[in-house]
């Protein structure tokens, strides 16, 4: 069967995804003459809802090239059953390649990354960027290219490390990267991965990091940042990696698969960005303390500054903007670039009025 085939024999379920595609001849030719792809194919109720994004249908409107973008990352390298996702490892999530590498949108090489995790059930969930995730609703409709999941959701093209950030409520992180001027080194560079810690290791060595000049703070920071490096946890062993610095952080991976950089755990993984990957730590990391090491049984480490003292307030939080979870499907802003501008009202339309 070829892609037709089978996205029609789906009609019910997928007609409007299959009136957006009617108006993207180009990319479904495409797409119809690709080999070993997957496609994720949203349900009617998942596109309906992003029909009511006026933001993301106004973006559309302007730029044919997100269109594409948008398209192309429901759309993986590699042919992936469903088997492929509910057999892996439950404890190292799959960072599957998608087809979208379109330079104004995404500083990855070879191609944007979605997450994929499989629980006990058997079901499958796929996360994209800003935390956002789409499970299936049905899988392994085969055709000639490859295969196509049915979900029910869409997924968001990840963002910038600011946004990402902000997305998650670390605004104390923003915050300090602001104050240590490099806000546009970590948005604008490409590969790139940042330990974050939350706003509550910021808090927990507020008497020691509050009073820090840029250029100290941008040491601090700097250590927290590996560049010219994607390292998603599925990656990650026991050793040290450089960072920005030019000095290094130890990774260390526990039996129960726990992740410690230094002392620092890491307690949330793989928020996907438009250049790479964050992942939030639960201690701010010292680079005149490297030898910092965790103790996996404990609640909560050890601050790694020496004397360091909570303070009444979360530093660098002031003037940081904070989550708004009204637009935390809207598609990323572009990353170098503007795409191109043209006439690409007439899909998100169909969208709208299917």
Known sequence: KTLTNVLYENNNTLSVLNNFLAGQAELFDELSNATDITVLAPSNDALNQLADDSELMDAMAT?????????????????????????????????????????????????????AN????????????????????????????????IVDGVL??????????????????VGALKRAKLIDSVDGEDEITVFAPDNAAFNAVGSVVSGMTSSELASIMGYHIIRGKVLYT????????????????????????????NSAKIVRRNLLTSNGVVHVCDNVLNPENESATPNPTAATQKPAFSGAEATNSVPFTSGVKTPNPTTSKVVTATV???????????????????
Do not use: C, W
């Not at 499989?118 to 490859?146: C, E, K, L, P």
């Not at 963002?159 to 104390?172: F, G, K």
């Not at 990650?236 to 039996?255: F, L």
């Not at 170098?336 to 299917?354: C, I």
């Open 63 to 115: 730029d044919e090239g997100l269109i594409a973008a948008f398209l192309k990352y429901h759309v993986f390298q590699g042919v992936y059953f469903s088997s492929n996702f509910t057999t892996a490892p439950q404890s190292a999530p799959v960072m599957v390649q998608t087809l979208m590498n379109a330079s104004a949108y995404t500083n990855v090489t070879g191609g944007q990354r979605v997450q």
């Open 234 to 261: 599925a990656a990650m062993s026991n050793g040290t990696e450089t960072t920005s610095e030019g000095n290094d952080v130890r990774i260390r991976m526990e039996e129960d698969g726990g992740i410690f950089v």
């Open 156 to 173: 968001t093209i990840p963002s910038n490390v600011t946004e990402t950030l902000i997305n998650a409520n670390l605004t104390a992180a």
């Open 118 to 149: 499989a629980d006990g059930s058997g079901a499958i969930t796929f996360v994209s960027g800003m935390g956002n995730s789409a499970s299936v609703r049905s899988g392994d409709y085969n055709f000639t290219g490859g295969t196509i999941h």
């Open 336 to 354: 170098t670039a503007a795409g191109p501008v043209g006439s690409g009202a007439s899909a998100p339309a169909q969208v709208a009025a299917a």
